[in-house]
Structures are given as C-alpha cells and as structure tokens.
C-alpha cells in the first residue's frame, strides 16, 4: 500500500511570479518495500528518494538540500527540479517559430539559455492540482512572453510511486500559441548513497540504449550532426564501468551528452538506461517515451581537488565533481533550431505528454 503524507518543508517563500509569500508544501509517498519519495512544490523538485540495499539498508540516492535556502542558492544546480518551458540549450537564445524570429533570455554568459531561462520552471511555486492515492499531481501556469517565449503554457506534472519501487513523472503541457516545450526532471542520483561522492560514482556500472549522440560545440551547443556511438567512448550499449569509461574521456572532464535513444516501432516506450552499483546491489532502470536523454555526470559542481568548495547538501554531505550522475529523459537540445531534430513545438489543441519510469531494485 503507498501511502501519502504532507508537511510544510518551507513557512515562507516569495512566489517569482505572483510576488506573494507562500509556503512550501512537501509531499512524502512512501510504500510497503520501505522506498520512500519526497517532492516539494518549489519547482515540482524531487528533493529525496529513499530506497533499500541489497542487506535492506535504507539509504537516500538523490542529492538535495535540507532547507529552502539550499535550493534557492546561487550553488544549485538543479537538483531535482523540473525544468522548462525549454530544458537544456538554446543557441543565441534565438530561434526561427513559423517565419518568425524569436529572441529568449540568455543566462549563460550572455551567450544562450539554459533550463528555460533565469526564472525557468524550477522556481516556480507549483499549485497542488490533487493529492493522488498513490502520489501528487501539480500545476505551473507560464505566462505569454514569459523569458521570451511566445505563448501561455500550462504545465502538469505527476509523480507517483507504486510497490514494486517505481517512481513514475508525467509532465504534461498545453499551449495558447505555438511555442516549444521541452520538459525534464533534474534530479542527481548516487546509488551508493547521496553523500558517496566520485568514489561511489566510480563504482557504478552504466548501460543506456542508444545509436548516436548529438555532436556539440564547446558550450555544448549540437552542431545538428548525430553521431554513431560505434566503436567511441559514447557506445554504453554493453554494461560499463562508469570509473574507467570517465578516464578514457579525459581530458574531457566528463559526460554531458544527449544519448539518442533506440526505440523498436511500434512501441511508445523504450528502456532508456539501467545503472547499477555492485557493492551495494542497488540498480536503477529510466524508462520513456522521450527521443534522448541527457547523460551529466556532475562535471561542473566543485572540483575540490583544484581548492573549489564543495555544495553543502544535505544531512551534512558535501557535494562536488562527478559526485553523482542525472539522466534527463528530453528531446534533443536546441532542437529549436534544427529541423532533423524531434520538434519540440507545441501548438494550439496539441498536448505534450512525457512520462519517465524510474525503477529501482537490488540485485541478490
């Protein structure tokens, strides 16, 4: 039986878009396994999952923070959140919508946006649309020329959890003008334990299911090029360790690809990834409908090593590079800008429907 409980994780926070203090609900789905899922309405965020071993020890496998204040830091990268209107990169924050030239914000380095801009979907404060049997269904309302973006999109996200330790996200959006939407969720897994660090990265073995990546430039902008995995460091087809495949890519400092993901017609869903960590017996499958999932070992948090100071997380962790890995179920980045890319636009009557299954287990 999932149960579902709801607490006030934050008594106060100022609302970007309405201006007004509101508080922070935070909902708890908990099932018989002894697997439990946090998420909070500041960003329809998933701040913890909790979920056994394979002795039964209880352990939390995505980073976080303990406090309002943590994600709302400068230092967040992300964690947990959902991300739109547009997920990942727009080149020059600006593309071409029927004719039209569109300009959006750019707040990287005045160069492109990222995660939909400098007030993206994982500020807003979500509203509760219904506390499910199982889960928690939430809404966000992005108004019409919202960080650039033409049109007012109103977005639901689920998230329900189910016995067999299924995590299942369906975000879904409407449109009263011709817009692109590109959801995911951002969360940062570690299945040794959120506090693990790159050593129990390193222990993870790898596996996603895909026939190219899309080629980039050196701000991780795609060139429009899809390129075969074959015989490459990106071939993850074959169960691999994450520690040695990460040596063989310096002097990159890691992954942050866009994976393009297999699918065999006519099925909607495909098996995205499995990752699984052998000392623990922890394993992780990511299941979508989506054409690509973003790869992101953690690159960019501190580098200690080089005097960085590392994200304070919570329950007293200390967070830094390739402390934890993300699989971004997406269609493919800047796809506003290419027309061999799945097409992220969404029009008038259309719905967008993406939904990811994490799956989590032991293996004996």
């Given amino acids: 039986m999932v149960h579902v409980t709801e607490d006030v994780f934050a008594a106060g926070a100022v609302n970007p878009f309405t201006k007004q203090t509101e508080p922070i609900r935070r909902f708890t789905l908990s099932n018989g396994d002894g697997m439990s899922v946090q998420v909070i309405t500041l960003g329809a ?31 967040n990268p992300y ?43 994982d500020k807003a404060h979500w509203d509760v649309v219904a506390v499910l049997k199982d ?30 330790n299924c995590l299942h996200v369906r975000m879904m959006a409407e449109s009263d003008k011709p817009t692109p939407v590109n959801l995911t969720n951002h969360s940062y897994f570690n299945l040794a334990g959120h506090k ?15 026939y190219g990546i899309t080629e980039t430039d050196k701000d991780s902008i795609p060139t429009g090029k899809i390129t075969l995995v074959d015989g490459t460091a990106f071939d993850l087809r074959v169960p691999s360790n994450l520690g040695e495949r990460l040596k063989q890519l310096q002097p990159a400092r ?8 297999e699918f065999d017609p006519p099925q909607p869903f495909s098996k995205v990834a499995r990752a699984t960590h052998p000392p ?14 973003q790869f992101y070992t953690a690159n960019f948090m501190p580098d200690v090593e080089r005097g960085e100071v590392a994200i304070p997380g919570k329950s007293g962790a200390a967070y830094a590079k390739h402390g934890a890995f993300c699989l971004e179920t997406q269609k493919f980045p800047d796809s506003v800008n290419h027309s061999n ?19 989590f287990g032991v293996s004996q």
């Fill in 79 to 121: 964690f947990g959140a959902t991300i739109g209107r547009v997920c990942n990169r727009v080149a020059n924050g600006r593309f071409r919508l029927d004719g039209e030239v569109v300009e959006v914000s750019k707040n990287r380095d005045n160069k492109f946006q990222l995660h939909g801009g400098f007030v993206g979907f």
């Fill in 341 to 359: 890319f799945p097409s992220t636009t969404l029009r008038p009557g259309d719905h967008y429907n993406h939904e990811v299954i994490y799956k």
């Fill in 280 to 293: 623990s017996g922890r394993w992780l499958e990511v299941v979508s409908n989506q054409p690509g999932v």
């Fill in 196 to 210: 693990a660090g790159a050593n129990g990265l390193y222990e993870h073995s790898i596996e996603i299911n895909a």
């Fill in 45 to 75: 965020t998933i701040t913890s999952i909790k979920t056994p071993d394979a002795r039964g020890q209880l352990d939390d496998v995505t980073l976080g923070f303990d406090d309002l204040a943590g994600y709302q830091s400068e230092q």
């Fill in 254 to 261: 890691g992954y942050d690809d866009n994976f393009c993901v």
């Fill in 135 to 164: 889960g928690v269904k939430l809404s966000h309302t992005n108004p019409d020329g919202h960080e650039g973006y033409p049109g007012k999109v109103t977005a639901t996200v689920s998230f329900t959890l189910s016995e067999d």
